[in-house]
């Protein structure tokens, strides 16, 4: 992929003098979801999928941005001392977003930059290509320009960015799980002080399979801030009964004494989801501690069924994948990974069912949807890296 991403800033750009290759990964969250931004736990992992970048500095204050994903679009020019949010373009718009944040948070970006990106994560699909772009952008710059930041700054950067340039009232997971990737490690987040520990993922005999829905979706149009604001009303009402700081503070018996303040039905589901899932991240955790991997399993499945009945978050496509995933021996566990509505579903299958699942699964996607789902074997690597 390196001679390909530097062969094509060459053929863009003119040539590829001086220019540096980067990756960052995509990530897959296995469980702990809508958890983030109630201080809850999550237990995402860095992908070997993800994007590549090449960068290289100019002698003068613009931009001009390249993507291989969106060819279309051509070179888009932009100054690094006007950075705004534009239509046009969107995806530009995560790269102008950190230097954006960089910028905010005290960090002078003294020159332009020409850059050129390949994704192979699918796009909209959930697996956090947005926050993979990010990251590498923040990783860019650090590199660049000796900017005395960690990778823990550059997910907080990147959060920040996504909040206020993006408009999108992400929690810290996508980033935090890309920053801070280990290869064959999921990280146990705790989102209420970013405490975290890794746990190596020895699934024996089975492997992560993404199914992607290929319903596109964006954060910004989708319910996410509504689910977001419906939390936080419901925090509200329940802090009129018991002080704590975050839904996640909650375990299932409290929640059942302290649910009677919130007033509002649905808003009691959406609380429940958040407490609820906490508690399952914490207890899936101790279950692959435990090398419990088919206990895990029926949590991940448990969480679905959660995020789609509490939540509301699934919608038919996701549905579809999983309840036609649990129908297949060989399965351990499935559910709905991401922010949902769209998006993909994670699975852990055993090896020998593989092939079945992608054939069977995708069957029955295609027959009830309409149009195919892909499926995807992933490997969990680490955090950005220079090539
Ligand atoms: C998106 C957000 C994350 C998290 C998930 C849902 O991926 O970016 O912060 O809230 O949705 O778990």
Not at 19 to 32: E, H, Q, S, T
Not at 43 to 72: H, Q, W
Not at 301 to 314: A, I, P
């Amino acid at each position: 992929m390196k001679n390909i991403v530097l062969e094509k800033f060459a053929e863009v750009f003119g040539d590829s003098e001086g220019a540096k290759v980067y990756f960052a990964p995509g990530r897959v969250n296995l469980i702990g979801e809508h958890t983030d931004y109630n201080g809850g736990h999550v237990f995402p992992c860095a992908l070997t999928i993800g994007t590549y970048g090449v960068a290289r500095k100019r002698n003068d204050k613009k931009l001009r941005f390249y993507s291989m994903n969106f060819e279309k679009l051509g070179i888009i020019e932009s100054d690094i001392e006007n950075l705004k949010p534009e239509k046009e373009a969107e995806w530009t718009n995560y790269p102008k977003g950190i230097m954006w944040a960089f910028g905010e948070k005290g960090f002078e970006i003294p020159c332009g930059m020409d850059l050129l990106l390949n994704g192979n994560i699918p796009n909209g699909s959930g697996l956090s290509s947005s926050a993979s772009v990010e990251v590498l952008t923040g990783f860019i710059l650090k590199d660049f320009f000796g900017f005395n930041v960690t990778n823990q700054d550059l997910a907080l950067i990147g959060q920040f960015s996504e909040n206020n340039f993006n408009g999108v009232n992400c929690g810290i997971m996508d980033q935090f799980a890309i920053a801070m990737g280990k290869k064959d490690n999921a990280i146990f987040l705790d989102t209420a002080n970013l405490s975290y520990t890794y746990a190596p993922i020895k699934l024996e005999n089975a492997k992560i399979v993404i199914s992607c829905s290929n319903k596109k979706r964006g954060l910004g149009d989708s319910k996410y801030n509504e689910r977001r604001s419906e939390c936080e009303t419901a925090l509200e009402e329940i802090r009129q009964a018991i002080g704590i700081n975050t839904l996640g503070d909650l375990n299932e018996e409290q929640f059942e004494v302290y649910k009677a303040a919130i007033k509002d039905e649905v808003r009691c589901k959406r609380a429940k989801h958040a407490v609820y899932e906490n508690q399952r991240t914490m207890k899936a955790v101790e279950a692959l501690k435990n090398n419990d991997v088919a206990l895990f399993g029926q949590l991940m499945n448990e969480s679905h069924v959660s995020l789609r009945d509490d939540y509301e978050v699934t919608g038919e496509e996701l549905d579809t994948l999983v309840e036609e995933a649990w129908k297949i021996e060989g399965v351990i566990g499935s559910r709905m990974t991401g922010a949902g509505f769209g998006g993909c579903t994670v699975s852990i299958v055993k090896e020998d069912a593989i092939d079945t699942f992608i054939e069977k699964v995708g069957a029955a996607y295609k027959e009830k949807i309409g149009y195919a789902a892909d499926f995807y074997v992933v490997e969990i690597g680490e955090g950005p890296v220079v090539l």
